[in-house]
């Protein structure tokens, strides 16, 4: 069973946007909370944005103000919409569930690339 597939990435424009989504399997996202995270090139993974189970978000510095995070239950989907777009936001980005991002060796999907051109 595919547990995360990510889509929505694609080359733009500094200043430009981007909508992500991510289909999660419903024992992946049900309950949990969902995180994005991106990785440039040369760099470690980091978390971007978190929604819980209930709603409330919360984001990195060098992206507030400028992404929202949401999600749909009724589709076990979680989505980012990215404004505001800079050069350094150019990395393939991923979704997961908080807790199973945690583990060592955790399964991820295969991401989608943001690529922004200034």
């Known amino acids: 069973q595919v547990q995360l597939v990510e889509s929505g990435g694609g080359l733009v424009q500094a200043g430009g946007s981007l909508r992500l989504s991510c289909a999660a399997s419903r024992s992946r996202f049900s309950g949990n909370a969902m995180g994005w995270y991106r990785q440039a090139p040369g760099k470690q993974r980091e978390l971007v944005a978190v929604?819980?189970?209930?709603?409330?978000?919360n984001y990195a510095d060098p992206v507030k103000g400028r992404f929202a995070i949401s999600r749909d239950d009724a589709k076990n989907t979680v989505y980012l919409q990215m404004n505001s777009l800079k050069p350094e936001d150019t990395a393939v980005y991923y979704c997961?569930?908080?807790?199973?991002?945690?583990?060592?060796?955790?399964?991820w999907g295969q991401g989608t690339q943001v690529t922004v051109s200034s």
């Open positions: 997961n569930s908080v807790t199973a991002a945690m583990i060592a060796n955790a399964y």
């Open positions: 929604i819980t189970s209930v709603g409330t978000t």
